[in-house]
């Protein structure tokens, strides 16, 4: 069974930067991808960025392209979100969800039903 734990959420103004982890307990990933997803109130739950395991390949959404980077240690089944010139729309929980099954193609990837384990979610809130 594999567990995720979140850490890094806050409070920050717009603007500002935070990064995110996410470890995975368990036996070490060698396929499948981590991700994170977000939730805003009264909102879907919505991609944000994800990481397939088996070539480091890094895929986002349109609206965090160029402002949020995702990245991994292999070593320690860890993925990190930094999250750089945050809006006040970023504000939501963010939530680590991750997968250990063959190699995801992009829809997959950008699929809630793409992954088998989530965190519990952390808080992101961009003041104005």
């Known amino acids: 069974q594999v567990q995720l734990v979140e850490s890094g959420g806050g409070f920050v103004q717009a603007g500002g930067s935070l990064r995110l982890s996410c470890a995975a307990s368990?036996?070490?990933?060698?396929?499948?991808?981590m991700g994170w997803f977000r939730q805003a109130p009264e909102k879907e739950r919505e991609f944000v960025a994800a990481?397939?395991?088996?070539?480091?390949?890094?895929f986002y959404s349109d609206s965090t392209k160029g402002r949020f980077t995702i990245s991994r240690d292999r070593a320690k089944n860890t993925v990190y979100l930094q999250m750089n010139s945050l809006k006040p729309e970023d504000t939501a929980v963010y939530y680590c969800?991750?997968?250990?099954?063959?190699?995801?193609?992009?829809?997959?990837?950008?699929?809630?039903?793409?992954?088998?384990?989530w965190g519990q979610g952390t808080q992101v809130t961009v003041s104005f």
């Open positions: 969800a991750a997968d250990n099954r063959g190699r995801p193609i992009l829809t997959t990837l950008k699929s809630r039903q793409g992954y088998e384990y």
């Open positions: 368990g036996p070490t990933f060698s396929t499948g991808a």
């Open positions: 990481i397939r395991w088996s070539d480091g390949n890094r």
